[in-house]
């Protein structure tokens, strides 16, 4: 490899984006996006990168080997955007407003359980997948401000 590859700007083919509710508070906002993303690593290793080193060799965890695009919109941009994701089959992680009550992942995951698909109380989605599926996913998102 020459040092021009080296040098060269890395693209990715896919993308890596958290929908949230606009009505949210702020600590919320940072709440769910930190929770949405956190399965992908588990599911898609690919995602991660390199750990990272400081001039003193003192190491730090690897993260995510690209950006994480952040948007907002309605409650009915957020319900459209987890229907489409659905009919795509694009790997998905969900927040509900239900979830700010509970402690644990446990009571979380019941939480979801208890609800039918159509009638989830989305304040968050994360979607993982080709960068034109994702932005069809997202159509009718803004980019959080």
Aim: aromatic share 8%.
């Amino acid at each position: 490899m020459s040092m021009r590859d080296t040098d060269e700007p890395i693209r990715f083919d896919t993308k890596i984006a958290v929908l949230l509710r606009e009505d949210l508070e702020i600590w919320q906002r940072l709440n769910v996006t930190a929770f949405l993303v956190s399965g992908l690593s588990t599911q898609f290793p690919e995602v991660i990168g390199e750990p990272y080193e400081d001039a003193d060799a003192v190491g730090y965890l690897p993260m995510f080997r690209q950006p994480v695009l952040v948007f907002e919109g309605t409650k009915e941009t957020l319900r459209n955007a987890h229907t489409r994701a659905l009919s795509r089959a694009l790997p998905r992680a969900l927040f509900t407003s239900d979830l700010f009550t509970t402690g644990n992942d446990r009571d979380n995951r019941a939480a979801v359980r208890a609800v039918t698909t159509a009638a989830l109380d989305l304040v968050g989605l994360a979607v993982y997948g080709p960068k034109n599926a994702v932005d069809k996913v997202l159509k009718g998102a803004r980019m959080h401000p």
